[in-house]
């Protein structure tokens, strides 16, 4: 079982800047591909970025391509989501999820149930 804790969450203004944080608790944290969803109210959960193992490759949604960055730190067990230039409609709940099985397509890394475990994600309110 892995368990995985977001941090970094919070209000910022509209063009700011804020950086998401998720820890695993494993020692084979390398292994498994990571991803970042959010939700907002009355929404469903949307894909937004995606690494894989080694960190060689990265995925984006559209609507966050340019502005946010995925990365990670196998030594830290930690993925990150560097989110610049914030609008209000990224406010969200932003969760970070962990896929046992490793791919190479976009389109199983921006499916929820390509991943095996999750996070309770943290909330990110953007304020205009």
């Known amino acids: 079982q892995v368990q995985l804790v977001e941090s970094g969450g919070g209000l910022v203004l509209t063009g700011g800047s804020l950086r998401l944080s998720c820890t695993a608790s494993?020692?084979?944290?390398?292994?498994?591909?990571m991803g970042w969803f959010r939700q907002a109210p009355g929404k469903e959960r949307e894909f937004v970025a995606a690494i894989g193992w080694s960190g060689g490759n990265t995925y984006y949604a559209d609507s966050v391509k340019g502005r946010f960055t995925i990365s990670r730190d196998n030594a830290r067990n930690t993925v990150y989501l560097q989110m610049n230039n914030v609008k209000p409609e990224d406010t969200a709940v932003y969760s970070c999820?962990?896929?046992?099985?490793?791919?190479?397509?976009?389109?199983?890394?921006?499916?929820?149930?390509?991943?095996?475990?999750w996070g309770q994600g943290t909330q990110v309110t953007v304020s205009s």
């Open positions: 494993t020692l084979t944290f390398s292994l498994y591909d």
């Open positions: 999820a962990a896929a046992v099985r490793r791919s190479n397509y976009y389109s199983d890394y921006a499916r929820s149930a390509h991943y095996n475990y």
